[in-house]
């Protein structure tokens, strides 16, 4: 029998936060991304959890994590896998790289060369990876988590339009409030309470999930307001460019998988509103130049100037 997508949401949701402690709307917002068949971009602070949220999530789904250490000299095919020469067979034999994950984390993504950083094109689009002239498919439900460190550039590669607009979503973990640090202090939280996340679904139920999310039910108003968002980005003179109907169409599969996280089975502004900044802010132009904190405050304003309809 088939899961129920708005409980399996609540039920994703409370396990990642077992680890990810005082983060709700930050572990919300991960299990959205997840459950829109998206990506997600974590620019933060070492240490304040990002690979912790994506071990936890890998967890929970019960699926095959994956991690990549971005360096300067990482090879494209350090992560995708290559090809290997079996002396004793005469044949070549395919090992897979770490990309062939459920969950996969690409840490520090912007320390990777442009030429590396677009290996992860082709696999974050498509769900595939072509190597040695052979193209295989990911598992699925494939989520890539990267993260980037916001201070210290020297020795980075700042990721160009067409990566950044491959994911979903961006955002930030931030550090914890008080109390939440106590609990990792204790064990209550942190790491050491990664192996008492429990593994609420598998991959081939999450698929279905997914689908099922995809057709929540999503009122006229609310895809107008959503339009109207979208032709907001288009004139505010703040921004150079506006979205464009990728992003409308990822806006509207995140606002949905948001609907589950709170569970729901319908769209209310209120989901538009809750991904609108972190699902757009770097897929528009400031001046000409990518800009995520302006692009945010132009964003909220035009939030602010756009009217709500009502329920």
Same mark, same amino acid.
């Given at each position: 029998?088939?899961?129920?997508?708005?409980?399996?949401?609540?039920?994703?949701?409370?396990?990642?936060?077992?680890? #990810?402690?005082?983060?709700?709307?930050?572990?919300?917002?991960?299990?959205?991304?997840?459950?829109?068949?998206?990506?997600?971009?974590? !620019?933060?602070?070492?240490?304040?959890?990002?690979?912790?949220? !994506?071990?936890?999530?890998?967890?929970?789904?019960?699926?095959?994590?994956?991690? /990549?250490? +971005?360096?300067?000299?990482?090879?494209?095919?350090?992560?995708?896998? =290559?090809?290997?020469?079996?002396?004793? =067979? @005469?044949?070549?034999?395919?090992?897979?790289?770490?990309?062939?994950?459920? #969950?996969?984390?690409?840490?520090?993504?912007?320390?990777?060369?442009?030429?590396?950083?677009?290996?992860?094109?082709?696999?974050?689009?498509?769900? $595939? /990876?072509? /190597?040695?002239?052979?193209?295989?498919?990911?598992?699925?439900?494939?989520?890539?988590?990267?993260?980037?460190?916001?201070?210290? $550039?020297?020795?980075?590669?700042?990721?160009?339009?067409?990566?950044?607009?491959?994911?979903?979503? #961006?955002?930030?973990?931030?550090?914890?409030?008080?109390?939440?640090?106590?609990?990792?202090?204790?064990?209550?939280?942190?790491?050491?309470?990664?192996?008492?996340?429990?593994? /609420?679904?598998?991959?081939?139920?999450?698929?279905?999930?997914?689908?099922?999310?995809?057709?929540?039910? =999503?009122?006229?108003?609310?895809?107008?307001?959503?339009?109207?968002?979208?032709?907001?980005?288009?004139?505010?003179?703040?921004?150079?460019? @506006?979205?464009?109907?990728?992003?409308?169409? @990822?806006?509207?599969?995140?606002?949905?998988?948001?609907?589950?996280? +709170?569970?729901?089975?319908?769209?209310?502004?209120?989901?538009?509103?809750?991904?609108?900044?972190?699902?757009?802010?770097?897929?528009?132009? #400031?001046?000409?130049?990518?800009?995520?904190?302006?692009?945010?405050?132009?964003?909220?304003?035009?939030?602010?100037?756009?009217?709500?309809?009502? $329920?």
């Amino acid at each position: 029998m088939t899961a129920d997508p708005i409980d399996l949401a609540a039920r994703l949701h409370a396990a990642a936060s077992v680890t #990810v402690r005082g983060k709700a709307e930050v572990v919300r917002l991960a299990v959205a991304t997840l459950l829109s068949g998206g990506h997600l971009l974590l !620019a933060d602070l070492p240490g304040t959890g990002k690979t912790l949220l !994506a071990k936890s999530l890998a967890a929970a789904i019960g699926g095959h994590f994956g991690r /990549v250490q +971005c360096t300067p000299d990482l090879l494209p095919t350090d992560i995708t896998g =290559t090809s290997v020469y079996q002396p004793a =067979t @005469g044949e070549w034999t395919f090992r897979p790289g770490p990309l062939f994950a459920h #969950v996969l984390l690409v840490d520090e993504i912007n320390r990777a060369s442009p030429r590396t950083q677009a290996a992860l094109l082709e696999p974050m689009e498509e769900r $595939q /990876v072509t /190597v040695d002239g052979a193209t295989r498919r990911l598992p699925e439900p494939f989520l890539c988590i990267a993260t980037q460190n916001p201070h210290g $550039q020297i020795g980075t590669f700042p990721l160009p339009e067409s990566q950044l607009d491959r994911f979903a979503a #961006v955002s930030s973990v931030g550090l914890p409030a008080r109390d939440a640090e106590r609990e990792i202090l204790t064990g209550d939280g942190g790491t050491e309470a990664l192996g008492r996340v429990p593994t /609420v679904t598998n991959p081939a139920e999450l698929v279905e999930a997914i689908a099922a999310i995809h057709r929540l039910h =999503t009122a006229p108003a609310v895809v107008e307001y959503l339009l109207d968002l979208a032709d907001g980005t288009r004139r505010h003179p703040a921004l150079t460019s @506006g979205v464009s109907p990728r992003v409308t169409v @990822g806006l509207l599969a995140m606002a949905r998988a948001h609907a589950a996280t +709170c569970g729901r089975n319908y769209v209310t502004p209120d989901d538009v509103q809750a991904v609108f900044i972190p699902a757009a802010a770097h897929r528009v132009t #400031v001046g000409g130049h990518l800009d995520v904190a302006a692009a945010a405050a132009a964003l909220a304003d035009v939030l602010t100037h756009t009217p709500v309809p009502r $329920q």
